[in-house]
């Protein structure tokens, strides 16, 4: 008997993977992703506000 695989879920909306633009559903939901990603590293606490470039 053969299963299908398991479908992969986007990981925004829980949608159903969309080959090109797997493992998300859709380009949005994959810059959504990244966005979130990005603002993640963004906001690491404790990042200097300002150093360097400031001396000369
Ligand atoms: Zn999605």
Partial sequence: ???PP???RCP???K???PPHEPFC???CRDRDLIAWLDE???VPGRPASDEGEDS
Avoid: D, E
């Fill in 1 to 3: 008997m053969s299963k």
């Fill in 6 to 8: 398991p479908a992969k």
């Fill in 12 to 14: 925004v909306c829980r």
């Fill in 16 to 18: 159903p993977a969309v």
């Fill in 26 to 28: 859709s380009a949005v």
């Fill in 41 to 43: 590293r963004y906001v």
